[in-house]
């Protein structure tokens, strides 16, 4: 029997060929059965698969035979298995360039050198992230979207009323968070990806003592699950939605349309639309109207 498991994943490095770089991914990919997403540009690589594990294993170690990738880190979560053995996260698998790993729009201000974007932040762990809070009285900085962070986040975050990377950047010109400038802000993201460059962001417009959750949420729920700063759960990119860290994890979501308390996230049934809502399954189940179109 076939044990699925879920990979996320990134890596910077100084890409001078991203195409030839997507053709040996989904080479090596199909070659093992696998199904998800990765984004190669000339920044580098990032991607959540899923598979069977002895499959993923063989995948990480042909990719850590690319030197530029050597370095990758790797996360684990747990998957979902249909009755013919295969991966029930994921329906296909797609590889793609893009001249952004997240897309921020702003591709010339991203420096990669040794492997890291510069001008980041202090990275911390998990347990540094805890010792940095005991000592000072830090922001946690969400650099996810609003649905993401409607479910799960960390105690007292700011979270920015942003649907998609790009709107991050606009948001910090318009002065909106100019007061947090010269506080302890700590950035956080799913894996670790989006704040090393929103960090950079940041730095560049004046924030000054910045910090980011190195391996993000995933790692931390790793260590922490749900006995120590955040809350609620876990936005994942693959078909389960959401994850959860224990079976005592904080329910903080609220049903769009009714209001109960809910971790659950559906996507829009217009396929003309590419929203998605935290919605309870009885509200998802009577069709409930699309904010967009009208009707879902």
Not at 10 to 17: I, M, S
Not at 106 to 124: C, I, N, S, Y
């Amino acid at each position: 029997m076939a044990t699925p498991k879920v990979l996320l994943f990134y890596a910077f490095a100084d890409l001078p060929d991203p195409e030839a770089v997507r053709l040996w991914q989904h080479t090596l990919c199909a070659s093992l059965g696998l199904r998800g997403r990765i984004i190669v540009s000339p920044q580098g690589i990032n991607g959540t698969l899923g598979g069977d594990v002895i499959a993923m294993k063989q995948y990480i170690r042909g990719t850590k035979e690319y030197e530029p990738f050597r370095g990758t880190d790797f996360k684990w979560s747990e998957g979902r298995a249909m009755p013919d053995g295969t991966t029930a996260d994921f329906p296909r698998l797609s590889v793609k360039v893009r001249s952004e790993l997240v897309t921020f729009g702003t591709p010339g201000a991203v420096k990669v050198a040794d492997g890291r974007v510069e001008g980041g932040g202090t990275h911390l762990d998990p347990a540094a992230l805890h010792e940095l809070v005991e000592r000072e009285d830090i922001v946690f900085f969400d650099g996810r979207n609003r649905i993401e962070s409607a479910v799960g986040r960390f105690s007292g975050a700011v979270v920015p009323p942003v649907d998609t990377t790009r709107e991050f950047v606009e948001l910090l010109d318009s002065g909106a968070y100019d007061h947090l400038k010269d506080r302890p802000v700590v950035t956080y993201c799913t894996g670790g990806i989006r704040c090393e460059i929103l960090t950079p962001l940041m730095r560049e417009r004046g924030f000054t003592d910045l910090y980011q959750l190195d391996g993000g949420i995933a790692t931390y729920g790793e260590a922490f699950g749900d006995d120590g700063l955040w809350e609620g759960s876990l936005y994942v990119f693959d078909d389960r939605m959401t994850m959860d860290f224990s079976d005592h994890a904080a329910v903080i979501g609220s049903c769009d349309t009714c209001g109960s308390a809910t971790s659950d996230v559906v996507d829009c049934s217009d396929v003309a639309c590419v929203q998605q809502f935290v919605r309870c399954a009885a509200c998802a189940a009577t069709g409930s109207a699309c904010s967009r179109h009208g009707a879902s």
